[in-house]
Structures are given as structure tokens and as C-alpha cells.
């Protein structure tokens, strides 16, 4: 692995346990992961959720009353940066975008749940955002959305051996891809910043 995998890896552990923290500092009782899955599945079907519209939504999901967001110092902050920093990696030219998991350190069944979670997630925001237009996405759309529902019925029962670990990883690899793919499918390209019309 490189230095630059490493430090890719511990960012990414490190993203997870801030919203980890801020759930249990909450008392929510949903998982975090599906929280991000949600926001991923509406973004990457096209939509854009301001911020009062956003916040209302993590306290629904975290079982808060809508009030929260304006009676705690650290949610909407927080839940803010983390809408901007999930957009802005979705449209990464990089492809750097992870979905929000636990690291190595957990066990392979809380990974698994977690990506469960995530993918449960997705497919609601997803859902939510897209509606029946998905009925009309093209085929290979379809078919990993097929794909997600299967892994979203995932069961925990895994034993953990190195067989197992390997499949974790294909699997998450293959859902991180499938959410760029539905990104691209349905949001358009933006022009760069400093792209003017010229008039002939």
C-alpha cells in the first residue's frame, strides 16, 4: 500500500468516527452510514438539497426533533461541511469519493452492517431524488441498482476469514463505483469556472 493509500485510509477512518461522534453525542439512533448513503443517493440522482431542507432531513433520520439543528453548537456546522465535502467528491475528477464506512480496526460484521446501511441509504435517497425516473435509466443503471438491493439484503453472518475480507472489499469497491456511475448518469458536467460563451 502507498503513503498516499495510507493517508487516504486514515482520512476516511477518521471522517467516519467524526460522524460517529456526533451520533452518539446526539443519542441517534440510526447509523451513520446510512444517513451518508442517503445524501449520496440523492446527489448522485441529480438533486440539490439547500440547507434548512437538508438539516431537517439528518434530524429525521437521526430521530431528533427539528429544533436540534438550531439548539446545538455542532450539528448544523458540521453537517453542512459534511454536504459540501460529499458533493465536492462526487463530481472529484479523481474518482476519490468513498462512501462512509468504519475502518479495519472494526470487526467485519460492523463493517458489513455498515455497509448494508450505506447502501440502504442510497437506494432511498436514490428513491427520493429520482423517483420513477429511474424505471427509465438506461439498462446498465438498472442493473446495479438490482445489484444494490441484493447487497442491501446482505446478512451479517459472516465469519470473518480471509476469504470473507476479500469479498467485503470487492463488494464495497463495486458499490463505490456503482454511486459514481449513477452520479454521472444523471448530473450533467459543469463547465469550469472560467469558461465565458464567445460571440462569433
Known sequence: M?????????SRAAE????????????AFSHPSELHGVL????AAG???????????????????????????????????????TLSLLKASDMSF??????????????????????????????????????EAPDEIRELIEDLVAISQLADDEDGDEESEQQLLEITEYVRLGALAVFTEFNAPERPANHTPTLH
Not at 2 to 10: C, E, G, L, Q, V
Not at 70 to 76: F, K, M, N, T
Open 2 to 10: 502507498s503513503d498516499s493509500d495510507r493517508t487516504s485510509n486514515a
Open 16 to 27: 467516519f468516527e467524526r460522524w460517529a461522534n456526533v451520533f452518539t453525542a446526539h443519542q
Open 40 to 43: 449520496c443517493g440523492r446527489l
Open 47 to 85: 438533486h440539490r438539497i439547500e440547507s434548512p431542507d437538508w438539516l431537517t432531513l439528518v434530524c429525521e433520520h437521526m430521530g431528533l426533533p427539528d429544533s436540534a439543528a438550531d439548539e446545538s453548537d455542532d450539528l448544523a456546522p458540521f453537517m453542512n461541511r459534511a454536504y459540501e465535502q
Open 98 to 135: 468513498y462512501p462512509l464506512l468504519p475502518d479495519d480496526d472494526y470487526a467485519i460484521e460492523q463493517r458489513l452492517e455498515a455497509l448494508v446501511a450505506w447502501v440502504r441509504g442510497f437506494l432511498e435517497g436514490m428513491a427520493m431524488a429520482a423517483g420513477a425516473s429511474l424505471g
